[in-house]
């Protein structure tokens, strides 16, 4: 089986853009967080999606936001991007719903976002 | 608010030694996980082994050990006989029961020397 796909691998754009991150889940898995590493530091979470509901949310700003779609795909949009933002950008997918005592998450490679 | 700390930047073994990473963490819950996760410069999340809070029993996966202290709020790492692909970014992790949310500490990188 695949497991967490995302795309694409790199992406480059200049202050003020937006960008579109995308993530596809292993198979079966309804649970998708998104997560942002800055270099040199661990993973922050940003959103949690479950059955395409928004069940928790990081300390981002508005500027973040994020969905879940019907076969549980995600994706990230980040608006007015600022310098700050670049990072790697994880998906991670579970098969448990949130709350569950059998909550392993499996990540992707990630997105390296990169801001001049 | 959990928190989890990683004090170690970076550590050093030799190849076949035994190497110990060290973790603690602060919450209020009684029940919760916590992970030790790699990542190698291919920068994929790899899950290394978890803990049950509730388990008194220290995980155990191969050459992968934890040493689990609730009371001290402890999570250490031990890697075995050490090896060069073990080479990559160690993170600990937290996650309640409230939601599936992972909280990470800021990682040590580990460098197997041949």
């Known amino acids: 089986d695949a497991g967490v796909t995302q795309s694409p691998t790199h992406l480059i754009k200049t202050r003020g853009q937006q960008v579109t991150l995308r993530c596809s889940p292993i198979s079966g898995h309804k649970s998708v967080s998104w997560y942002q590493q800055v270099l040199g530091q661990g993973p922050q979470f940003i959103f949690q999606y479950y059955e395409k509901e928004e069940r928790g949310r990081g300390n981002f700003p508005d500027r973040f936001s994020a969905r879940q779609f019907p076969n549980y795909s995600s994706e990230l949009n980040v608006n007015a991007l600022l310098l700050g933002d670049s990072a790697l950008y994880l998906c991670?997918?579970?098969?448990?719903?949130?709350?569950?005592?059998?909550?392993?998450?499996?990540f992707g490679d990630g997105t390296r976002l990169s801001i001049l | 608010a959990q928190t989890v700390t990683q004090s170690q930047p970076e550590m050093s073994v030799q190849e076949a030694e035994t190497v110990t990473l060290s973790c603690t963490y602060d919450?209020?819950?009684?029940?919760?996980?916590l992970f030790w996760y790699k990542q190698p410069p291919s920068r994929q999340m790899i899950l290394v082994i978890r803990q049950e809070a509730y388990k008194q029993q220290n995980a155990t996966e191969n050459r992968f050990s934890v040493n689990f202290q609730k009371a001290a709020k402890s999570f250490s790492l031990k890697i075995s006989d050490s090896q060069l692909g073990d080479t990559a970014m160690y993170f600990c992790a937290f996650t309640g029961l409230a939601n599936s949310k992972l909280t990470f500490g800021k990682g040590i990188t580990l460098s197997v020397r041949p």
């Open positions: 991670a997918s579970s098969y448990s719903p949130p709350g569950s005592w059998h909550q392993p998450q499996h």
């Open positions: 919450t209020s819950e009684n029940n919760y996980y």
